[in-house]
C-alpha cells in the first residue's frame, strides 16, 4: 500500500495530478490510498507521519509549500516530497527539506517527468523496504540500499559510508574491488563517478566544476571519464529543470 497526499490548490492541477497518480499505480497494480488537500493548513492538521508520498504546491496562500515543507521535516515527517511550481526559482530552497523532485506545472513534457518522478519515488520506496546483505570485515552486513551514500576504494579494501538512524555516519570496510561492489549496487540507483567513488545517487544534491555534492556536506570529485553520465543523470533526476 503506497499512501499519496496531494496538497494543491488549483483544482485543475489537483485533479490532474491524481489522475496521473491513479493511472500509472493502477496500470503496475499497486494498491494505492489518495488524500487531496487544498491548502497547506489542512494538510498540517491531518498530517501523522501517515503518507509516502507528498505532493506539494509551492505558491499557497497562508502557508505555501516550502514552509509546510520544514514544518514536516521540523516535526520528523519521512515522506518523499515532490515540490509542483510554475516557477523554477524555488528549486534551490527544494535541496534544504531533502525534496525527491521539483516538477515544473508549465513543463511541455510534464505527463511524461511525472510518470518519470514516479518511477524514482516508488523504486525508492521499494528499495527502502528491502536489505541486501554485504560482506564485510567483520561479518555480513544486512542493509537497506538507501542507507549507503557513497562508497570509496582505496588499494585492495572499499569502505562504505553508511548513514545511521540517528543521522550521523558510520563507515564499514570490505575487501573487495570497487567494481565488485558497484555491480551489485548498480540496481538500487548507484553509479560510478571517479575510480575510487561509487555513489548512491538519491543522495546526490548537486553537480558542478567536477565535484558531487551529496547529503551531510559531503563533496567528491568527478573525474573526466564519468562527468557527462553523472551530470546527465543529475538533470534527469531533478525533472530537467
Not at 68 to 74: F, G, K, N
Request: a negative charge; one cysteine or more; glycine letters at 4%.
Amino acid at each position: 500500500m503506497v499512501r499519496v497526499a496531494i496538497c494543491e490548490d488549483d483544482l485543475f492541477y489537483m485533479e490532474r495530478e491524481k489522475n496521473l497518480i491513479e493511472s500509472y499505480l493502477q496500470t503496475r497494480e499497486i494498491r494505492s490510498e489518495i488524500t487531496t488537500f487544498s491548502s497547506s493548513i489542512e494538510l498540517t492538521k491531518a498530517y501523522a507521519n501517515s503518507f509516502d508520498i507528498i505532493f506539494l504546491d509551492v505558491e499557497m496562500d497562508e502557508m505555501n509549500g516550502m514552509e509546510a515543507a520544514h514544518w514536516l521535516r521540523d516535526k520528523g515527517a519521512k515522506s518523499h516530497i515532490i515540490f509542483l511550481s510554475a516557477y523554477a526559482e524555488y528549486l534551490p530552497e527544494g535541496y534544504k527539506v531533502d525534496a525527491h523532485r521539483y516538477l515544473l506545472k508549465n513543463d511541455a513534457k510534464f505527463d511524461e517527468s511525472f510518470c518519470e518522478c514516479m518511477d524514482s519515488v516508488v523504486a525508492k520506496i521499494q528499495m527502502e523496504e528491502s536489505k541486501i546483505e554485504i560482506k564485510i570485515k567483520d561479518g555480513i552486513l544486512s542493509i537497506s540500499p538507501s542507507k549507503i551514500i557513497y562508497a570509496e576504494s582505496n588499494v585492495h579494501k572499499v569502505t562504505l559510508y553508511v548513514i545511521e538512524q540517528s543521522g550521523d555516519i558510520r563507515e564499514y570496510y570490505m575487501y573487495d574491488r570497487l567494481d565488485n561492489v558497484q555491480a551489485k549496487l548498480e540496481r538500487y540507483g548507484f553509479l560510478r563517478i571517479h575510480q575510487s567513488y561509487i555513489i548512491n545517487g538519491e543522495h546526490l544534491r548537486k553537480v558542478y566544476r567536477y565535484k558531487a555534492e551529496l547529503i551531510k556536506d559531503i563533496s567528491l570529485a568527478i573525474s573526466k571519464k564519468y562527468y557527462n553520465d553523472v551530470e546527465d543523470y543529475y538533470i534527469r533526476m531533478r525533472g530537467e529543470i
